[in-house]
């Protein structure tokens, strides 16, 4: 990629993360925050995104950061109080402010009238009334002249014949500041000298005596007469650094007078080096100003000296100082990661083939071999341990988006939300967490225009006008669990149950428990047309939701208080790439059941086993009646059923907390396997979560125990209908 | 039109082709994982260097009736959109380049079935070969099917 | 022997674009995210001129060049400032603060390397 194609994305990829700090940074302040530091984070975000955008002429972009900047230096500055009035208008500059930023990258339009219209709103906020930034502003417009300038320097290069010469008188004394700020007179001769023909007289009449000499102190004078082709301007522009710390004289005139000084170099020079003679007596360390620009002037060899290899120690000591400035990160192509990660899963299931050959072949355990490969298993474990930990990132990122989304939905309903968010550090997949943000998006619109009440409502409930939507994530035996709550009316219950049998879901004598009733409202149909609001609706659906979160191998339920609000709790795999499994024989099949949802192992007894109708059968565990499902038939791998005392049955936590024993011939043991889509060469197969590898080559299924559980409450005859419908 | 190739191959004692750009490699059969809920000419899936490659009977699903799989059998791995699919064969038969014209429709006497199939017939050295697309090949999405 | 440039900048854009125009100018180029890292760069280098931001977190460009001036073993050392617009104020203050010359924001290379020949022996 050409390099500034490369910049530009990685500018817009800041761009993305100083609009999240901006985002988060405003909201503190809003909930309270008074430490300087967020406000000048807050300030420094907008300016980065105004001199980034700057550099890549995104003239719209920097046009409105600018008037937001401008805003935000003056509540830094303590000239505008953070107030809520005023933060309201800096989030919806933030909003916009990432809308510039999305059209620059994708070069599409941008809605110019609402810009103006926020720019307008933050200028009114300005306690100056606003008046200098327009002037600021030109000055930006200026800028691409700045360049053109340089360009134009060049053409002069090429002509330097052609103009007219001129002759500048210059008297240039400088003071001890300039050599305190690392300027060197020595340097502005040479620049000079690159302007035409310099005649240089040194004045060294205020130079003390040696003894006398302040090292930081500055006694020289120069007297110059300068020929070229260029102008006052840039002669000028050679004192732009120093202008402030010397005395400056420059006149022009059109006479060639000659100076005395054509033995000036030479005096300087002589000058110089006696200067460096008596330092070098002294013996003393050189420290600055005139002595010691007259030594790095003339002594070329040090550099290199210094590349020497600092004692150990004390590099040890400055590492661990980087180390604590910032652990240091490098962006690496997704695909690179991916494709490695493709790699060491190849590894592991060739690793796991060559453990299965060698015990095939008989050889003793504690044979050198076997115990190699042992060695070999285990650091197979920890390269895939840490390839894996590559792709994990904190949810922040997902959870991030949704400030603006509660704004938004809050300013459409007209419905007063406060959005506490916790755990945004929870890592997860990558994959994870780009898939979250749709379902996530859908969860907290229902939650605001569904589960929140009209300010009014809540008032006549005595709850605060303020409704609170909650947003949290955390990590729970090797899952990420992510819940989205309300402090609303809860669910319906009475108008959920009459909806599901209007729409033909259920019967209408059908008894359903609290729970049962709740979970209706994943049921596909049930969110149609007639209550789809322009928020939550789109006609998407809590199905389609609860589809997306299935497709991660994630759960979702929901838990309701009538007057108290809801809770929709997910369940995810924080990768998408391996799992830890019980490999099972069914029917002769292998068959992985992924070991999250396992919750223990049993040898059916005869007297557990209870027939339930024609073919249900029930276990009881523990005095529980619990449903016993035979895998082997469910997935069609056999006709008859398997006999249970000859069997092992996996007792089983589906979402929603219910349990369920499914019953197959043996265990194999348990490993941990990479997943591999059915869907990339195939599609979606009923009751089946994904593919793996194993040790011997062949492919085997992993059971999507949740749909293996929920299918067997369907009839028994929907499989042959399935089936003869398919074939 | 120039001249175009195709991979020959037997089902039975029926030659049919397919464009050779679709054919990825050829390998020998290797028993499939049966997959549940699936139509019967869906024999499963394989492990193909890392991936999971789904295996189709042509004979059965052109409406020939199930192979009796042995190890003379091949799988001709091809490239359907974006998918990698095996299809398994008697043998492969050979390369044939063709003009576009040598290409005449599908007779009447096919059935239905191979017929969604059948592009046209070739007439080679008195073979009939019958060309077939490979779009139709995997089962409908499971929301249509079910 | 080629030129050490430490560069300080919070914004990696800012970062990639001086690492670009002045690796391509045949300079080796250092590099620090604020003023703290930048300090601590100086611990183990010795570049031959710095170019800084003044906006950055931890330790600002101003309180960055006072600490490199204050250090014996770095005082001499040229540092430029970044600003964006022809800041006066800015300028001042990074004048004030031991500032050695300044690069308006948006530079290009050419300008770039311009101020550091003019400030590098």
Same mark, same amino acid.
């Given at each position: 990629?050409?390099?500034?194609?490369?910049?530009?994305? @990685?500018?817009?990829?800041?761009?993305?993360?100083?609009?999240?700090?901006?985002? *988060?940074?405003?909201?503190? #302040?809003?909930?309270?925050?008074?430490?300087?530091?967020?406000?000048?984070?807050?300030?420094?975000?907008?300016?980065?995104?105004?001199?980034?955008?700057?550099?890549?002429?995104?003239?719209?972009?920097?046009?409105?950061?600018?008037?937001?900047?401008?805003?935000?230096?003056?509540?830094?500055?303590?000239?505008?109080?953070?107030?809520?009035?005023?933060?309201?208008?800096?989030?919806?500059?933030?909003?916009?402010?990432?809308?510039?930023?999305?059209?620059?990258?994708?070069?599409?339009?941008?809605?110019?009238?609402?810009?103006?219209?926020?720019?307008?709103?933050?200028?009114?906020?300005?306690?100056?009334?606003?008046?200098?930034?327009?002037?600021?502003?030109?000055?930006?417009?200026?800028?691409?002249?700045?360049?053109?300038?340089?360009?134009?320097?060049?053409?002069?290069?090429?002509?330097?014949?052609?103009?007219?010469?001129?002759?500048?008188?210059?008297?240039?004394?400088?003071?001890?500041?300039?050599?305190?700020?690392? =300027?060197?007179?020595?340097?502005?001769?040479?620049?000079?000298?690159?302007?035409?023909?310099?005649?240089?007289?040194?004045?060294?009449?205020?130079?003390?005596?040696?003894?006398?000499?302040?090292?930081?102190?500055?006694?020289?004078?120069?007297?110059?007469?300068?020929?070229?082709?260029?102008?006052?301007?840039?002669?000028?522009?050679?004192?732009?650094?120093?202008?402030?710390?010397?005395?400056?004289?420059?006149?022009?005139?059109?006479?060639?007078?000659?100076?005395?000084?054509?033995?000036?170099?030479?005096?300087?020079?002589?000058?110089?080096?006696?200067?460096?003679?008596?330092?070098? =007596?002294?013996?003393?360390?050189?420290?600055?100003?005139?002595?010691?620009?007259?030594?790095?002037?003339?002594?070329?060899?040090?550099?290199?000296?210094?590349?020497?290899?600092?004692?150990?120690?004390?590099?040890?000591?400055?590492?661990? %100082?980087?180390?604590?400035?910032?652990?240091?990160?490098?962006?690496?192509?997704?695909?690179?990661?991916?494709?490695?990660?493709?790699?060491?899963?190849?590894?592991?299931?060739?690793?796991?083939?060559?453990?299965?050959?060698?015990?095939?072949?008989?050889?003793?355990?504690?044979?050198?071999?076997?115990?190699?490969?042992?060695?070999?298993?285990?650091?197979?474990?920890?390269?895939?341990?840490?390839?894996?930990?590559?792709?994990?990132?904190?949810?922040?990122?997902?959870?991030?988006?949704?400030?603006?989304?509660?704004?938004?939905?809050?300013?459409?309903?007209?419905?007063?939300?406060?959005?506490?968010?916790?755990?945004?550090?929870?890592?997860?997949?990558?994959?994870?967490?780009?898939?979250?943000?749709?379902?996530?998006?859908?969860?907290?619109? =229902?939650?605001?225009?569904?589960?929140?009440?009209?300010?009014?409502?809540?008032?006549?409930?005595?709850?605060?006008?303020?409704?609170?939507?909650?947003?949290?994530?955390?990590?729970?035996?090797?899952?990420?669990?992510?819940?989205?709550?309300?402090?609303?009316?809860?669910? =319906?219950?009475?108008?959920?149950?009459?909806?599901?049998?209007?729409?033909?879901? #259920?019967?209408?004598?059908?008894?359903?428990?609290?729970?049962?009733?709740?979970?209706?409202?994943?049921?596909?149909?049930?969110? @149609?047309?007639?209550?789809? *609001?322009?928020?939550?609706?789109?006609?998407?659906?809590?199905?389609?939701?609860?589809?997306?979160?299935?497709?991660?191998?994630?759960?979702?339920?929901?838990?309701?208080?009538?007057?108290?609000?809801?809770?929709?709790?997910?369940?995810?795999?924080?990768?998408?790439?391996?799992?830890? %499994?019980?490999?099972?024989?069914?029917?002769?099949?292998?068959?992985?059941?992924?070991?999250?949802?396992?919750?223990?192992?049993?040898? !059916?007894?005869?007297?557990?086993?209870?027939?339930?109708?024609?073919?249900?059968?029930?276990? *009881?565990?523990?005095?529980?009646?619990?449903?016993?499902?035979?895998?082997?038939?469910?997935?069609?791998?056999?006709?008859?059923?398997?006999?249970?005392?000859?069997?092992?049955?996996?007792?089983?936590? @589906?979402?929603?907390?219910?349990?369920?024993?499914?019953?197959?011939?043996?265990?194999?043991?348990?490993?941990?396997?990479?997943?591999?889509?059915?869907?990339?060469?195939?599609?979606?197969? !009923?009751?089946?979560?994904?593919?793996?590898?194993?040790?011997?080559?062949?492919?085997?299924?992993?059971?999507?125990?949740?749909?293996?559980?929920?299918?067997?409450?369907?009839?028994?005859?929907?499989?042959? /209908?399935?089936?003869?419908?398919?074939? | 039109?120039?001249?175009?190739?195709?991979?020959?191959?037997?089902?039975?004692?029926?030659?049919?082709?397919?464009?050779?750009?679709?054919?990825?490699?050829?390998?020998?059969?290797?028993?499939?994982?049966?997959?549940?809920?699936?139509?019967?000419?869906?024999?499963?899936?394989?492990?193909?260097?890392?991936?999971?490659?789904?295996?189709? /009977?042509?004979?059965?699903?052109?409406?020939?009736?199930?192979?009796?799989?042995?190890?003379?059998?091949?799988?001709?791995?091809?490239?359907?959109?974006?998918?990698?699919?095996?299809?398994?064969?008697?043998?492969?038969?050979?390369?044939?380049?063709?003009?576009?014209?040598?290409?005449?429709?599908?007779?009447?006497?096919?059935?239905?079935?191979?017929?969604?199939?059948?592009?046209?017939?070739?007439?080679?050295?008195?073979?009939?070969?019958?060309?077939?697309?490979?779009?139709?090949?995997?089962?409908?999405?499971?929301?249509?099917?079910? | 022997?080629?030129?050490?440039?430490?560069?300080?900048?919070?914004?990696?854009?800012?970062?990639?674009?001086?690492?670009?125009?002045?690796?391509?100018?045949?300079?080796?180029?250092?590099?620090?995210?604020?003023?703290?890292?930048?300090?601590?760069?100086?611990?183990?280098?010795?570049?031959?001129?710095?170019?800084?931001?003044?906006?950055?977190?931890?330790?600002?460009?101003?309180?960055?060049?006072?600490?490199?001036?204050?250090?014996?073993?770095?005082?001499?050392?040229?540092?430029?400032?970044?600003?964006?617009?022809?800041?006066?104020?800015?300028?001042?203050?990074?004048?004030?603060?031991?500032?050695?010359?300044?690069?308006?924001?948006?530079?290009?290379?050419?300008?770039?390397?311009?101020?550091?020949?003019?400030?590098?022996?």
């Amino acid at each position: 990629m050409d390099p500034m194609a490369a910049i530009r994305e @990685t500018f817009f990829q800041e761009c993305e993360e100083q609009l999240a700090e901006l985002e *988060s940074g405003l909201l503190a #302040i809003e909930a309270g925050d008074s430490d300087p530091e967020t406000v000048n984070a807050v300030f420094r975000a907008v300016h980065s995104i105004k001199g980034g955008a700057g550099a890549f002429s995104l003239d719209d972009l920097v046009r409105f950061a600018h008037v937001f900047e401008t805003t935000l230096d003056h509540v830094r500055a303590g000239r505008l109080a953070a107030t809520p009035e005023t933060l309201k208008v800096m989030l919806r500059a933030a909003d916009i402010l990432s809308d510039l930023v999305r059209a620059a990258r994708e070069g599409t339009a941008v809605d110019e009238a609402r810009c103006a219209a926020l720019a307008d709103e933050l200028r009114a906020l300005d306690p100056n009334g606003g008046v200098e930034e327009e002037d600021d502003l030109s000055d930006l417009n200026f800028q691409p002249v700045l360049v053109q300038l340089d360009g134009l320097d060049d053409l002069d290069d090429f002509e330097l014949t052609s103009d007219p010469r001129h002759v500048f008188h210059i008297k240039f004394k400088p003071r001890p500041s300039l050599y305190a700020k690392a =300027n060197e007179a020595a340097l502005v001769l040479r620049d000079l000298r690159e302007l035409g023909e310099l005649k240089v007289a040194c004045d060294a009449s205020d130079l003390p005596h040696l003894t006398e000499i302040d090292p930081e102190g500055a006694y020289l004078c120069w007297d110059m007469e300068l020929t070229t082709d260029k102008d006052e301007t840039a002669v000028r522009e050679v004192f732009e650094f120093v202008a402030w710390d010397c005395d400056l004289e420059i006149t022009q005139e059109g006479a060639e007078g000659a100076a005395s000084g054509a033995d000036a170099d030479a005096e300087v020079a002589a000058l110089l080096a006696l200067v460096r003679g008596a330092d070098q =007596n002294d013996g003393e360390p050189v420290s600055a100003g005139v002595t010691e620009s007259a030594m790095t002037g003339a002594t070329e060899e040090p550099p290199a000296a210094q590349v020497v290899p600092l004692p150990v120690k004390q590099a040890a000591k400055a590492a661990e %100082g980087e180390l604590k400035a910032a652990s240091p990160t490098i962006r690496v192509d997704l695909d690179r990661v991916d494709r490695l990660i493709n790699l060491v899963g190849e590894l592991v299931i060739n690793q796991a083939m060559l453990s299965q050959r060698v015990l095939e072949a008989g050889l003793a355990r504690a044979s050198a071999v076997a115990v190699g490969l042992d060695e070999l298993e285990q650091l197979t474990r920890e390269i895939q341990d840490s390839v894996m930990a590559i792709r994990a990132q904190p949810v922040k990122s997902v959870f991030q988006r949704m400030p603006r989304l509660v704004r938004e939905i809050a300013a459409i309903t007209g419905k007063s939300v406060r959005l506490v968010t916790d755990g945004e550090a929870t890592e997860v997949d990558k994959t994870v967490i780009e898939r979250l943000a749709d379902p996530l998006t859908h969860m907290i619109r =229902n939650a605001i225009d569904h589960g929140l009440e009209s300010p009014e409502k809540r008032i006549a409930a005595g709850k605060p006008e303020e409704g609170l939507v909650r947003l949290s994530a955390l990590h729970r035996s090797g899952r990420i669990v992510i819940e989205v709550s309300d402090d609303g009316a809860g669910i =319906n219950r009475p108008r959920v149950k009459s909806i599901a049998v209007e729409k033909g879901l #259920i019967a209408a004598d059908a008894q359903l428990s609290d729970d049962e009733i709740d979970n209706l409202i994943f049921l596909p149909g049930f969110s @149609t047309a007639s209550e789809i *609001s322009d928020i939550s609706g789109r006609g998407v659906g809590m199905d389609v939701v609860k589809r997306s979160i299935q497709a991660l191998g994630g759960r979702i339920s929901i838990a309701s208080r009538p007057g108290h609000g809801s809770t929709f709790t997910m369940s995810l795999p924080l990768t998408l790439a391996v799992l830890d %499994g019980m490999v099972v024989t069914v029917a002769g099949q292998t068959l992985v059941v992924p070991l999250t949802a396992i919750v223990e192992t049993l040898q !059916p007894k005869d007297s557990e086993v209870h027939g339930l109708g024609d073919n249900a059968r029930v276990i *009881s565990i523990r005095n529980k009646f619990t449903p016993l499902i035979d895998v082997g038939r469910e997935l069609s791998y056999r006709a008859s059923a398997a006999d249970p005392m000859a069997s092992v049955a996996l007792l089983v936590e @589906t979402e929603g907390g219910g349990r369920s024993a499914l019953l197959v011939d043996a265990i194999q043991g348990q490993r941990q396997v990479v997943i591999k889509s059915l869907e990339a060469n195939y599609q979606h197969v !009923p009751g089946i979560a994904a593919a793996t590898i194993l040790g011997d080559g062949r492919v085997a299924l992993i059971l999507d125990v949740d749909a293996v559980v929920a299918t067997s409450r369907v009839e028994p005859a929907f499989f042959d /209908d399935a089936m003869a419908a398919v074939g | 039109m120039s001249g175009r190739e195709l991979m020959a191959f037997r089902i039975g004692a029926q030659e049919f082709c397919v464009d050779i750009m679709a054919v990825r490699e050829i390998r020998g059969f290797t028993p499939a994982t049966p997959l549940p809920q699936s139509p019967s000419y869906v024999r499963g899936v394989i492990n193909l260097r890392g991936a999971v490659l789904p295996i189709i /009977d042509l004979a059965a699903r052109l409406g020939f009736g199930t192979s009796e799989t042995s190890a003379r059998h091949v799988i001709m791995v091809v490239q359907v959109g974006q998918q990698a699919i095996g299809l398994l064969v008697d043998a492969v038969s050979d390369i044939l380049t063709v003009s576009g014209d040598a290409v005449q429709p599908t007779p009447d006497v096919a059935s239905e079935m191979a017929k969604s199939f059948v592009r046209g017939v070739l007439a080679i050295d008195g073979r009939m070969i019958s060309l077939i697309t490979l779009d139709n090949v995997l089962p409908a999405l499971e929301s249509e099917a079910a | 022997m080629s030129k050490t440039i430490l560069t300080v900048d919070d914004s990696r854009t800012m970062r990639d674009m001086l690492l670009l125009a002045l690796s391509d100018a045949g300079y080796r180029v250092l590099q620090a995210q604020d003023g703290m890292h930048g300090l601590e760069v100086l611990q183990q280098e010795m570049p031959d001129v710095i170019v800084t931001d003044i906006n950055m977190p931890r330790l600002d460009g101003f309180g960055f060049i006072e600490g490199v001036r204050r250090d014996s073993k770095h005082r001499a050392v040229p540092i430029l400032v970044l600003t964006t617009e022809s800041d006066t104020d800015k300028k001042d203050r990074a004048r004030r603060a031991g500032a050695t010359g300044w690069i308006v924001k948006p530079f290009d290379p050419a300008k770039l390397v311009a101020a550091i020949r003019r400030v590098a022996a």
